[in-house]
């Protein structure tokens, strides 16, 4: 799942206290998944900081055309966290 690739990704620090959190849970027509995670930042150096949120692109032409107007994605960041909440709906 890119969501919590990007998390391990992004999320994770050797220099600063670091967590996630995943939620999985279904009811009888929609799955909601949730991934949750401390943001740091990058050093000017590091190649992963020039990055253009290609894959978030291309995630979202995905969602579009496996589950057209069947899913909701909301994405909130701010400097200490990031939070993705993907609702899918079955039929």
Request: charged share 25%; hydrophobic share 30%.
């Amino acid at each position: 799942n890119p969501f919590v690739e990007n998390a391990f990704k992004h999320g994770i620090s050797f220099r600063n206290p670091s967590w996630i959190y995943i939620t999985l849970t279904l009811d009888s027509q929609k799955i909601y998944f949730k991934v949750h995670n401390s943001l740091h930042s990058k050093q000017e150096s590091d190649p992963e900081e020039n990055k253009s949120g290609v894959g978030l692109e291309n995630v979202k032409k995905r969602l579009d055309l496996i589950y057209p107007n069947r899913h909701t994605l909301e994405i909130q960041e701010s400097e200490q966290d990031y939070f993705v909440s993907l609702t899918l709906t079955y039929w």
